[in-house]
């Protein structure tokens, strides 16, 4: 059973930085993903990494600003986000892909993630 559980959020101005964590459990063999959903917008995938090794995955808009790591012993998949904007704020989710064995697409679509946590609130200011 996948359990994803979010935590780091908060209220930063912008240029700030924040790390967001997903702990995770079962999750091993499958794409692992950091979404976003603002209000009145679609959920959007950010940030991708296959589980246990592979390659990354960015939105544009983050590319160079935002890095996904994953520190396998603690069982915990890392969304580090540097100068951070305005339009960066939204819930972010952290999501497991529906298939084992299977990498991300290099777009990730909310179609291709079965497991979902419950999110973690970033908001920033100008």
């Known amino acids: 059973q996948v359990q994803l559980v979010e935590s780091g959020g908060g209220s930063v101005q912008a240029g700030g930085s924040l790390r967001l964590s997903c702990s995770a459990s079962g999750y091993a063999n499958r794409c692992i993903a950091w979404f976003r959903q603002a209000p009145g917008k679609e959920r959007e995938g950010v940030a991708g990494?296959?589980?246990?090794?592979?390659?990354?995955y960015y939105l544009d808009s983050v590319k160079g600003r935002f890095t996904i790591s994953e520190d396998i012993a603690k069982n915990t998949v890392y969304l580090q986000m540097n100068s951070l904007k305005p339009e960066d704020s939204a819930m972010y989710y952290c999501?497991?892909?529906?298939?084992?064995?299977?990498?991300?697409?290099?777009?990730?679509?909310?179609?291709?993630?079965?497991?979902w946590g419950k999110g973690t609130q970033v908001t920033v200011s100008s």
């Open positions: 990494t296959y589980a246990g090794g592979g390659g990354t």
């Open positions: 999501a497991a892909g529906s298939q084992m064995y299977r990498s991300c697409s290099p777009h990730l679509r909310t179609i291709d993630f079965n497991y």
